[in-house]
């Protein structure tokens, strides 16, 4: 499985942002698709992720603000980020669980400025 992160960029505190991530075959057929970033001097966390059909959870510094996403007509992964706020500032990376195996897409870096 091959995936293609973008979207990302620099925007003011307060913006939005949609990162997309494009996978190689379809989205539906993944155990998990999720959203993780790594922020600067920390390690990589989960933002969000969708479990089976429907299971979506979200990393409490986000819930409310950000929403994931997949379009299993386009093979397409979003995350769409709202009120971002500096602390956002990260390299995004989209992830699928495929039968256990876990596979990542480059990351697209978002930066918050204030």
């Known amino acids: 499985v091959q995936l293609q992160a973008s979207g990302g960029g620099l925007v003011q505190a307060g913006g939005s942002l949609r990162l997309s991530c494009a996978a190689s075959r379809s989205v539906f057929g993944f155990n998990a698709v999720a959203w993780y970033r790594q922020r600067p001097g920390r390690e990589r966390e989960q933002v969000s992720i969708?479990?089976?059909?429907?299971?979506?959870t979200y990393a409490e510094s986000v819930r409310g603000r950000f929403t994931i996403a997949r379009d299993i007509g386009t093979n397409m992964i979003y995350l769409h980020m709202n009120r971002l706020k500096p602390e956002d500032t990260a390299v995004y990376y989209c992830n699928v669980e495929d039968r256990s195996v876990e596979y990542w897409g480059q990351g697209t870096l978002v930066t918050v400025s204030s």
């Open positions: 969708i479990r089976g059909t429907s299971r979506t």
